[in-house]
Nanobody, 116 residues
Framework: QVQLVESGGGLVQAGGSLRLSCVAS????????MDWYRQAPGKQRDLVAT???????NYADSVKGRFTISRDNGKNTVYLQMNNLKPEDTAVYYC??????????WGKGTLVTVSS
């Protein structure tokens, strides 16, 4: 059974940093592309960052230069280092992986709140 469990969210002041973690089980983690998404209150869920099995990365324009995605295949974990946080980064952050073209798994999310 595939499970993705996020952690590391919390309350931080603007300009601060947080590191999110997502631990995966039930998949061959090293072969999977992993994504971080976020959903702010009343808004759609948006892609934040992606890391492939070859460690190629991609970021939303809104977080480029502030967020870094990385992975530790030995720990089946994907990270999202978030620096210089802004109030508009407030959201629930989810990790996701695609098992097939039509099957995706999501974690339950971790809440990040950035105060001004």
């Amino acid at each position: 059974q595939v499970q993705l469990v996020e952690s590391g969210g919390g309350l931080v002041q603007a300009g601060g940093s947080l590191r999110l973690s997502c631990v995966a089980s039930g998949i061959i983690f090293s072969t999977k592309t992993m994504d971080w998404y976020r959903q702010a209150p009343g808004k759609q869920r948006d892609l934040v960052a992606t890391i492939t099995s070859a460690r190629s990365t991609n970021y939303a324009d809104s977080v480029k230069g502030r967020f870094t995605i990385s992975r530790d295949n030995g720990k089946n974990t994907v990270y999202l280092q978030m620096n210089n946080l802004k109030p508009e980064d407030t959201a629930v952050y989810y990790c996701k992986t695609d098992i097939t073209r039509s099957v995706s798994y999501w974690g339950k999310g971790t809440l990040v709140t950035v105060s001004s």
